[in-house]
């Protein structure tokens, strides 16, 4: 079954048809543009209420170190990350059906046109084709009839003279000749007519309903695979969508509370030892009260410590960290150590670098002058020494905050009830004993400076020629030791890496 066949005389019914059928494309495609517009406006909301609620700053940054805090963190990103697929979904919407239909929309709307106007014009040539057959059928039989009655008035005449009889008889018979010729004109235009009539309702209509049929199911198949898109575009980002899912749900996993409750003493855990019980201060036993007799009676006013504590003043920052409570001390002094480490290490490796360039230079002086390096080698020389002075100056205040460790415990426990403690505003911080007594760390050898050396930069010393040193660090194989001044009666004596 098929158009052509079955439908050849419904033209109207056609072309009704196939324009629903376009009409229909053209829904979908503006359909398929809000959804993308909604998916648009969606994941930009979504990614507005992650960047909302995602923390920075110094504050934030310490409070992403617990995994509670963090799993929420995870969770706003795994949203911004959801919410970039909706975007990807509405681009693809907008790419593959809707830009792809509109495309095909029009190429469609001008296939149509072309063939309803052939069958018009079909439909044109066979009625100007029947008008013509009309006309010689009224010539025919207008001549006929004359032609007929030409013959008659003939007939009538058969009795009068030769004369007048032999003019009418040929003028019947010049009409009869002339319907004879509009007879043959006649048949000949109806013989025309029915093979153009034919081949117009069994030829080119059928062809041409024909293709509107294709051409129709060509627009179904196209529609039909835009409906499929619609879901297939979503379904291809399903997986990641799913894996952004999964990310909440392991964000939730990861919250550890008790994991949180040990990175929460880790960062203020002080190391001060509890408050001592407070000695009973006997005044009957002739025990004479610090302060006057009029104010024996009055009740001793104890220094509310943390829990009890309100807000306290910050103490200054220090460099050596000493305004800090003892772990909080070390931990910082611990880190600084090792970044201070790690970019002594890489001036080690620059400058044995430097070294190895300078002997390949000297080797083979067409590749470099050996020359041109010295800026570069005195300058990481100088930061290698800068460098190891810092961590001896970290080093050495690393030991005494773990010697400190018992004194500044006592200092805590002998002065929390003193009276110069009373005032609660005082930080508990700042009133351990910062004194300590350095052990004596003993020399591998001894060394004379061969020359005077003026220390400048941050963990160097001044060196006077001739002057005794004690080595405290033998050399690594890098050209360094470390030494310090043989008279140590002065009290702490720093240490320094010199190159010999």
Request: aromatic share 8%; net charge negative.
């Amino acid at each position: 079954m098929d158009w052509g066949t079955d439908l050849w005389d419904q033209y109207d019914g056609i072309d009704k048809h196939t324009q629903s059928g376009l009409d229909l494309v053209d829904r979908y495609v503006k359909f398929v543009k809000e959804r993308t517009e909604i998916e648009q406006s969606y994941a930009k909301q979504l990614r507005n209420l992650s960047k909302k609620y995602l923390k920075r700053g110094s504050k934030e940054e310490q409070e992403c170190g617990f995994t509670n805090h963090q799993s929420f963190q995870d969770i706003l990103n795994e949203l911004n990350d959801y919410a970039g697929q909706r975007e990807l979904i509405a681009e693809n919407m907008m790419t593959g059906i809707c830009v792809e239909l509109t495309k095909y929309l029009q190429d469609l709307k001008q296939e149509r046109k072309t063939y309803l106007a052939d069958a018009k014009k079909a439909q044109q040539n066979l009625e100007s084709s029947f008008k013509q057959l009309e006309n010689t059928k009224r010539r025919f039989a207008k001549e006929w009839g004359e032609a007929e009655k030409a013959t008659q008035q003939a007939e009538k005449i058969e009795n009068d003279s030769n004369a007048i009889k032999a003019d009418v008889k040929q003028h019947a018979h010049a009409k009869t000749h002339t319907a004879e010729e509009c007879r043959n004109d006649y048949a000949a235009q109806l013989q025309k007519y029915n093979k153009e009539q034919k081949t117009f309702y069994y030829t080119e209509i059928p062809q041409l309903f024909n293709k509107l049929q294709d051409m129709d199911e060509r627009r179904i198949r196209c529609l039909a695979e835009g409906y499929s898109q619609f879901a297939d575009i979503e379904k291809k980002v399903l997986p990641i969508i799913s894996k952004c899912l999964d990310g909440v749900s392991m964000a939730g996993r990861n919250a550890n509370g008790k994991q949180d409750s040990m990175r929460f003493i880790e960062q203020h855990k002080s190391g001060f030892e509890r408050p001592a019980e407070v000695d009973f201060e006997d005044y009957s036993q002739g025990i004479k009260p610090a302060s006057s007799d009029a104010n024996l009676n009055q009740p001793k006013v104890r220094t509310k410590l943390w829990p009890f504590s309100h807000k306290k003043t910050k103490p200054p920052a220090a460099e050596d960290f000493s305004h800090l409570p003892p772990e909080q001390r070390k931990k910082k002094l611990q880190s600084k150590i090792d970044d201070i480490t790690k970019d002594l290490q890489k001036e080690l490796d620059q400058s044995e670098a430097l070294e190895k360039m300078r002997g390949v230079y000297e080797q083979s002086p067409q590749m470099g002058d050996p020359a041109s390096l010295e800026p570069q080698i005195t300058q990481t020389t100088q930061n290698v020494g800068r460098l190891r002075g810092q961590l001896t100056k970290y080093e050495s205040w690393m030991a005494e905050a773990f010697r400190g460790d018992y004194s500044t415990n006592t200092a805590v426990n002998n002065n929390q009830y003193s009276p110069m403690s009373a005032d609660p505003s005082q930080n508990i911080y700042s009133e351990f004993d910062e004194d300590f007594d350095e052990d004596a760390e003993t020399p591998i050898g001894q060394a004379t400076a061969l020359y005077s050396f003026q220390g400048t930069s941050e963990g160097t010393v001044s060196i006077t020629e001739g002057e005794q040193l004690s080595v405290m660090e033998s050399d690594k194989g890098d050209g360094w030791m470390r030494v310090q001044r043989a008279n140590r009666d002065e009290g702490y004596i720093p240490s320094s890496y010199v190159k010999f």
